[in-house]
């Protein structure tokens, strides 16, 4: 018996030895640690399905109460058995895939042994099946501790229970009994403590397994964190430049052989070169479209380093929330800037001793005019101000602005301006950045029909149109002024031009677009300005 004890013991340590070669693979982990993934449970199954049919075929033939040991099993004889390690790969399946898993490993493991015969092959058969269901009842009652340290105690205690369970079938199903009690009786200790020491020693290698992840997950972690802190200064260069930067980065601290930037399915930037194994690193703002991804190539796959493909998706989470939070910022300032634009458009001493000007005339002469202009000029400053603390408003909203805008100019100008709008009511309540569209009439008056011979004029027109495949909101502002003219004589960007740009700006932001103006003028024959909005 001591002798059987000690082949016992050098087949299980084959087996731990065999684990040990495959834990040094990442490749090979994936099949030997099933976590709950569908994608790898079929890898997992196969695993250890091959490591019980091997711990079968490593035993040692038992006969007329002695063994034969041999380096490997083929047939058995109708009187013989097998000593063997089966049930380490039949627990460790349960214990870790739970009792699914157990069953089906369990039920490739018996059949394959009923296969070879000997006079115990139907006890042999029923005992994997049974031990993978205990196994898996085992796990999910003891489920947190198979993550940790105690998980060693508790695996030998469960592998001496499912052997006892199968030296129990071969007493109660073998033919005849008094053969079993004679074998029961030899491999009985033997087999049922090394069976036991080799389901703990797998866990003493799963946790080691699963420290070493967890300290090169730790590892990658952190070089997530290091490369996010070299790219959150380049977000905040122009958007082409950035990710120019950026990819330059990832290129070198990935150890990628390439780095791709693609918007809208063509390349923006390229740094370095193309192979067949990529990873695309999404960046964009949650709940929105990415605005497009980061391209990373290498010269192999990267699906056999799980923690490392962790990595990368860390990464590219990061870098959304730094393009949202930059964005963010920028978005807030370009707000501010329009709102102070817009008031110091409208609020200056000239505008004001205009509008107040009209007023006084109109006292005497149209005293209900007056009145009107007084409210027109509440409303507008209101509108303004209350618009300038929100971050999207409603056409509806922003065409009021406009209106009461227009009002104040046109009872000053009378005939010399026409104003025409064709609004589509049913997209008044669609959501637009503040201060769109205001901006637009303003700069059509001040700068496209100042000046200008023949009456001014305006026309907005809001309608519900197609664009994309989508039904969108059209916002058109039109005039027949002079045209368009962004620099001045001394080579700086005029109030129109820096107008016009931060608008865009505030409408790429919000729908993605590069170039949401659609500018459409002509020296002396006006400018049309079209922009979609969801």
């Known amino acids: 018996m001591l002798q059987l004890f000690v082949d016992m013991i050098e087949r299980v340590g084959f087996l731990i ?108 058969m029923v005992a994997p099946i049974l031990q993978g269901v205990l196994a898996g009842l085992c796990r999910n009652a003891f489920k947190r501790r198979f993550r940790k340290v105690a998980s060693v105690q508790l695996a030998f205690v469960v592998g001496f229970m499912a052997e006892s369970l199968q030296m129990g079938l071969i007493l109660l199903l073998a033919k005849p009994w008094e053969e079993a009690v004679g074998l029961v009786s030899l491999i009985g200790f033997p087999q049922t403590f090394a069976n036991s020491v080799g389901v703990a020693l797998y866990f003493v290698l799963y946790n080691t397994m699963e420290r070493e992840e967890d300290r090169i997950g730790a590892e990658h972690a952190h070089r997530a964190l290091q490369i996010a802190d070299m790219t959150m200064p380049l977000w905040r260069l122009e958007f082409e430049k950035a990710v120019q930067e950026i990819a330059k980065v990832l290129n070198e601290e990935t150890k990628a052989v390439g780095a791709f930037f693609t918007k809208n399915g063509s390349d923006w930037v390229m740094e370095g070169r193309k192979t067949k194994f990529c990873i695309d690193l999404f960046v964009g703002i949650p709940n929105q479209r990415p605005i497009g991804q980061f391209r990373l190539y290498f010269e192999r796959e990267q699906d056999d380093n799980p923690s490392r493909r962790r990595m990368l998706t860390s990464l590219a989470g990061l870098l959304s929330q730094q393009y949202a939070f930059v964005e963010s910022e920028r978005q807030a300032q370009l707000l501010a800037e329009a709102e102070i634009r817009s008031l110091q458009a409208q609020m200056n001493p000239h505008f004001l001793f205009n509008a107040l000007n009209t ?166 024959e006006g400018t049309k300005i079209t922009f979609w909005v969801r």
Not at 96 to 108: D, E, H, Q
Not at 427 to 452: M, R, S
Not at 454 to 477: D, F, N, Q
């Open 17 to 124: 030895a065999l684990a040990f070669a495959f834990s040094r693979s990442r490749w090979m982990r994936s099949y030997m640690s099933y976590q709950g993934d569908k994608t790898y449970q079929w890898r997992f199954l196969v695993f250890f399905t091959a490591y019980a049919v091997i711990g079968t075929y490593s035993g040692v033939t038992v006969s007329n109460y002695t063994y034969q040991p041999a380096p490997w099993i083929g047939e058995v004889s109708p009187t013989a058995a097998i000593a063997n390690s089966r049930t380490v790969g039949v627990v460790i399946a349960g214990l870790l895939g739970g009792v699914k898993s157990g069953l089906i490993v369990g039920i490739a493991a018996g059949v394959h042994r009923y296969s070879l015969g000997g006079f115990v092959a139907v006890a042999c």
């Open 359 to 524: 007023v006084k005339s109109f006292i005497r002469t149209k005293p209900e005019e007056a009145r009107q202009m007084v409210m027109h000029l509440s409303k507008f400053l209101r509108k303004n101000m209350s618009n300038g603390n929100q971050r999207m408003v409603t056409i509806r909203d922003e065409y009021e602005l406009v209106m009461s805008y227009l009002s104040l100019i046109k009872a000053r100008l009378g005939d010399q301006l026409e104003f025409y709008a064709d609004i589509d009511e049913r997209v008044l309540d669609h959501h637009i950045p503040p201060f769109t569209i205001q901006p637009l009439v303003e700069n059509a008056i001040v700068h496209g029909i100042k000046g200008i011979e023949r009456t001014g004029v305006i026309r907005l027109i809001v309608k519900e149109e197609p664009e994309s495949g989508e039904r969108h909101a059209r916002i058109t502002v039109e005039d027949n002024g002079v045209g368009l003219t962004f620099i001045r004589e001394d080579g700086q960007e005029d109030h129109t031009g820096m107008a016009l740009r931060n608008i865009e700006q505030r409408l790429s932001y919000h729908y993605g677009k590069v170039r949401p103006l659609e500018i459409e003028s002509s020296p002396g």
